[in-house]
């Protein structure tokens, strides 16, 4: 069974940034931004996923967190765009940390 919506915002609203966190900031125009993923292997969030937060006073990056140890996901703008990595693959993080995507990669923040 998938993650709902809601119960997924929930958990990520509800936790401190902390160690063993994943923290993604996507650098994008669209306004809403929603992640569609899977957290430590388990089930796909129902589409269109998560809402993200707005992190940028231009409107131009969203953030998300959530408590995990790998999180395989892609975009959406909720209207039939999506964004991936290519047409067969998904974007991945494989652990804890802070991570930054823009222009189609994933990179860690400090690296951004």
Not at 17 to 28: C, E, H, I, M, P
Not at 61 to 73: C, D, N, Y
């Amino acid at each position: 069974m998938a993650i709902g919506l809601a119960e997924a915002q929930s958990a990520a609203a509800a936790l401190p940034v902390a160690a063993g966190d994943l923290q993604l900031r996507y650098k994008t125009g669209w306004s809403p931004a929603y992640i569609h993923f899977k957290l430590d292997g388990g089930e796909w969030t129902e589409p269109p996923g998560v809402l993200m937060q707005e992190s940028a006073a231009d409107g131009t990056e969203v953030a998300f967190s959530i408590q995990g140890r790998t999180l395989e996901f892609v975009l959406t703008d909720g209207q039939g765009n999506w964004d991936k990595p290519s047409p067969t693959q998904n974007y991945v993080i494989d652990e804890p940390g802070a991570f930054v995507l823009s222009k189609g990669a994933v990179v860690p923040e400090e690296e951004s």
